[in-house]
């Protein structure tokens, strides 16, 4: 019989829950009296090795819940494995990541490192698909043998799990929309990373998102943020005529200061490089960044006004 299953279980895991509903429906964040009096020895995150056991279970639900059927297979009591689209899924893993000996994730797993780990979920985002339609195997307590998938709701829900783990983890991560391990955003700064570039110039929004690209990939060096600031400065020096109409000539000079004097680009004996490199690149980071961002929405709004006079 032809039929629709949506995977309750996947809702309703405990796994990765960090706010319940109040008494209003509203979600709160909750925590535990070992947190609030400072006495929990993973209060700022867990292990890797932790992290690593709870999505190994995350994953095995969403196998039993027919999330990597069409893709890996799925075992039926009368036929045995059936295969799904990739036949052999450790030649597939060192064809695509280049590595050995992460297949299968449930005995592999004791022995990932956090590269290892971080391939995997690349890897599983890529070949995730949600179960839509399938048959009952009634025989032996079969299950669900499922017939069409829809990658995009499939992705979205492997996202969405992949991240409650990672929010558990000691050091800040999480996977993007187009299924990247990417550092999260400094507290107060998530916003930025989602907000749309407001400009049609492609010169402008290929090298933002290069840059932010670069800047947020796991294992980036400081070399690599480094560069990824002096690509938003010469984003901010491509726009500077523009600049020079939209604040004060000292604003604008003063904009260019750090970017030229630290170390950041027009290298000399002249330029400051004695500072704490990891903490000042992330401020000027998000310093260039927040303001392209608010250039770009005043060009944006003044071309519009422009616009409106003109008609």
């Not at 695509?96 to 022995?111: F, V, Y």
């Not at 970017?259 to 000027?284: E, P, V």
Request: net charge negative.
């Amino acid at each position: 019989m032809l039929q629709s299953c949506s995977s309750e279980r996947l809702q309703r895991s405990p796994v990765t829950a960090k706010l319940s509903k109040g008494l209003s429906g509203a979600e709160v964040e909750h925590s535990y009296y070992s947190q609030r009096e400072g006495l929990n020895p993973n209060a700022k995150g867990l292990p890797l090795a932790d992290v690593i056991e709870l999505f190994v279970r995350v994953f095995a639900q969403l196998q039993r819940d027919g999330y990597f059927h069409e893709a890996f297979g799925y075992q039926c009591v009368d036929a045995g494995h059936i295969e799904g689209k990739i036949a052999d899924i450790e030649l597939e893993m060192l064809l695509s990541i280049r590595k050995k000996k992460l297949w299968p994730i449930e005995k592999a797993a004791t022995t990932f490192s956090e590269d290892d780990f971080f391939d995997v979920l690349e890897f599983l985002f890529q070949h995730v698909s949600k179960p839509i339609e399938g048959n009952q195997h009634d025989w032996n307590g079969c299950g669900m043998h499922w017939e069409t998938f829809n990658q995009s709701e499939g992705r979205a829900a492997f996202r969405a799990k992949a991240n409650g783990v990672l929010e558990l983890y000691a050091r800040p991560f999480e996977l993007s929309a187009a299924g990247e391990v990417l550092r999260k955003a400094e507290v107060g700064f998530e916003p930025i990373f989602d907000a749309d570039v407001p400009s049609r110039d492609t010169n402008v929004v290929s090298r933002l998102s290069a840059s932010v690209l670069r800047y947020r990939r796991h294992g980036s060096t400081l070399d690599d943020r480094r560069h990824a600031v002096r690509d938003l400065a010469d984003v901010l020096e491509y726009l500077r005529p523009r600049v020079k109409t939209l604040l004060t000539t000292n604003d604008e000079r003063d904009l260019f200061k750090i970017a030229n004097n630290f170390g950041i680009r027009h290298l000399n004996d002249q330029q400051k490089t004695n500072y704490d490199s990891a903490l000042w690149l992330s401020w000027m980071f998000y310093y260039y960044l927040a303001t392209i961002h608010v250039v770009l929405r005043k060009i944006d709004h003044d071309d519009g006004l422009s616009g409106q006079k003109h008609r």
